[in-house]
């Protein structure tokens, strides 16, 4: 009896397990970048995966950087290689109008439009003067992009940046509007 009643109690209990495990079917919508993959293979019948998807988007942002504008550093020519510690990095590769928000796309492409434009074999060619080994101002290119390119030493160059513009706004400017006031602020802060 005492078994009957436990095969009882045990098949009650498996049945509302099997109650509980059933499978519900239910519509599922993708939603955002799933959504947007969905969307373009049903539109386009193009097989498109997150991944080409995020790098059409990185093509479309390079676009507009192949449009880099690089500024002449006046002062290339007379930098002394012995002393690449205190130059301007950014401006020895020509990018010292955009410095910290340079991508590094930008940077490589910079580094090879300078050595490109200031090879000491192509100063040779043209007949100009070249320094003798490590004297050469081509060296300073050479050391701005091995730092910038570094993560970790790029980093420690943009935290001694000379040209930060640190200032805070006061008190009784900010009283009228914050946010306009502040957003610069936040914006050279938030690297």
């Known amino acids: 009896m005492v078994l009957t009643q436990i095969?009882?109690?045990?098949?009650?209990?498996?049945?509302l397990i099997l109650l509980f495990t059933a499978s519900v079917l239910c519509q599922v919508e993708p939603v955002g970048r799933w959504f947007e993959a969905f969307i373009k293979r049903r539109n386009i019948n193009v097989s498109a995966s997150f991944q080409e998807l995020e790098d059409e988007k990185e093509l479309s942002e390079e676009s507009g950087d192949e449009e880099l504008q690089l500024e002449e550093f006046p002062m290339l020519k007379t930098l002394d290689p012995k002393d690449?510690?205190?130059?301007?990095?950014?401006?020895?590769?020509?990018?010292?109008?955009?410095?910290?928000?340079?991508?590094?796309?930008?940077?490589?492409?910079?580094?090879k439009a300078m050595v490109l434009k200031h090879h000491?074999?192509?100063?040779k060619a043209a007949g100009e003067q070249i320094g003798e080994g490590d004297n050469d101002y081509f060296t300073c290119i050479t050391k701005a992009y091995?730092?910038?390119?570094?993560?970790?030493?790029?980093?420690?160059?943009?935290s001694i940046d000379p040209t930060f513009d640190n200032s805070v706004p006061s008190k009784s400017e900010a009283k009228e509007n914050f946010f306009e006031v502040f957003s610069p602020v936040f914006e050279r802060n938030a690297r």
Do not use: T
């Open 7 to 15: 095969l009882h109690y045990y098949a009650s209990e498996v049945s």
């Open 84 to 111: 690449w510690k205190n130059q301007d990095h950014y401006a020895v590769l020509g990018l010292g109008h955009i410095r910290y928000r340079a991508a590094q796309k930008q940077i490589k492409a910079a580094h």
């Open 120 to 123: 000491p074999d192509k100063r």
């Open 146 to 158: 091995e730092i910038l390119s570094d993560p970790v030493k790029r980093r420690a160059f943009n």
